[in-house]
């Protein structure tokens, strides 16, 4: 099965000012002085491309914020609460000044990635709603978050799955039940 590779062509005047750590009023500023190229949905919505927000800041001498952060947050999203709980008790003991957050599904790990930038997805494959493999693309394929290491945890791992999983973004997939010096060794964080 192959996977249709879809980058997101046009990001939000919130993710803009996100990028360029700036307010929103000050991207919509720029974009009605003609400075910031945007591009107006049917709807009358300001939508811009990632190139001409780099060739903007480039201009502007504007460093774009990658979310890089000394502390490592990890995002463990799983539908099995007692899995998530269990990683991230082990995590906090392992891993010096770690955040962890959790997510049940998919769709409350889309809205906790707004809220909470982790630098590290531990991501189940299998789970109600958006599956992993769902998840991983929308986070590979947003430029705001493919900066995040994705790593996959499922109690069915083979080689196809694998494969499909790095053609997306995703650096490995670890079965359950997690194998603990593995996990740690992947995350390279202790």
């Not at 360029?20 to 709807?43: F, I, K, P, Y």
């Not at 502007?60 to 502390?71: A, G, H, R, V």
């Not at 790593?151 to 069915?156: C, L, Q, V, W």
């Amino acid at each position: 099965m192959s996977v249709k590779k879809s980058v997101k062509s046009y990001l939000t005047p919130k993710e803009v000012a996100e990028l360029l750590m700036v307010s929103t009023a000050a991207v919509r500023l720029w974009a009605e002085s003609g400075d910031l190229n945007a591009r107006l949905t049917a709807g009358g919505h300001r939508r811009f491309k990632l190139d001409d927000i780099k060739e903007f800041a480039t201009k502007k001498n504007i460093q774009l914020n990658t979310k890089t952060s000394e502390n490592p947050n990890i995002l463990i999203v799983d539908d099995d609460i007692h899995f998530a709980e269990y990683l991230k008790t082990l995590l906090k003991i392992e891993i010096k000044n770690v955040e962890v957050e959790i997510s049940l599904d998919g769709f409350d790990a889309a809205n906790k990635l707004h809220d909470f930038t982790p630098n590290i997805m531990l991501l189940d494959l299998k789970m109600p709603g958006l599956d992993g493999f769902q998840v991983c693309q929308r986070v590979k394929n947003n430029p705001l978050q493919s900066h995040i290491r994705v790593i996959a945890i499922s109690g069915d791992v083979n080689q196809e799955k694998i494969e499909r999983l790095q053609a997306i973004g995703a650096e490995t997939c670890l079965k359950k039940p997690i194998d603990v010096p593995a996990l740690l060794k992947h995350l390279a964080l202790s």
